[in-house]
């Protein structure tokens, strides 16, 4: 399944690995520090599949689906993304379109495996208690996978400081994620969040500073 992506990279002398680095950085530079918070995502998704036993295709899967996850934000305007307020109703209704984006734009990417792009469409699904609430392509990805990329962005985003918010610590944030009275944490696979638990406890996930 990864050979497709590696293949693009070789047979359109794309170098997969140097488009990443181009993509953080413009996040990063445009989009209020997303490159960063893309990277920090991925690192806590791959610590919980490697405790999880998930192969290799799989975590491959996961390693770009976590670095590309909101790269349909890109898509929207960036006065919403950088607002430094609380957003409207009607602001937030087109935040929630980034899902679509995200498979809009890496639908350009001919070559990559579909997973990539049901990951940035899925992320923020919830199990039914986010969003979209249907889909307007056919998803064909393990809910494992999506559930881990759930849990590891809310946590990030949980830990970094926000216009609107002071970061966290890791214990702070795991008990921000795990409060069974905040709306936020609806359909969070509990599995998955025990699994962070154990890692965070056991020191196994070093995130990037924002400072
Ligand atoms: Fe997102
Ligand atoms: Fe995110």
Do not use: C
């Not at 734009?105 to 609430?133: Q, V, W």
């Amino acid at each position: 399944m990864f050979n497709k992506l590696e293949a693009a990279g070789q047979n359109s002398d794309i170098d997969v690995e140097e488009f990443i680095k181009f993509y953080l950085a413009l996040a990063n530079r445009n989009l209020n520090h997303l490159g960063r918070h893309s990277e920090n995502v991925q690192i806590i998704s791959d610590a919980i599949a490697e405790n999880y036993g998930i192969k290799p295709p799989e975590r491959q899967i996961l390693k770009y689906g976590s670095l590309f996850h909101d790269i349909g934000k890109m898509s929207l305007p960036s006065e919403i993304l950088n607002a430094g307020r609380a957003l409207t109703s009607v602001e937030f209704e087109i935040i929630k379109t980034h899902t679509m984006f995200g498979w809009n734009t890496l639908d350009f990417f001919h070559s990559l495996p579909t997973e990539i792009k049901a990951l940035a469409m899925t992320h923020h699904h919830r199990n039914g208690h986010g969003y979209p609430k249907q889909f307007i392509h056919k998803i064909d990805i393990d809910a494992l996978l999506v559930d881990i990329l759930t849990v590891s962005d809310s946590f990030a985003a949980i830990m970094e400081p926000r216009v609107y918010k002071r970061p966290l610590n890791e214990a702070q944030a795991l008990a921000v994620i795990n409060d069974p009275d905040n709306d936020k944490n609806a359909g969070l696979n509990r599995g998955v969040l025990e699994v962070l638990k154990h890692l965070v406890d056991n020191k196994k996930i070093s995130l990037n500073s924002f400072f």
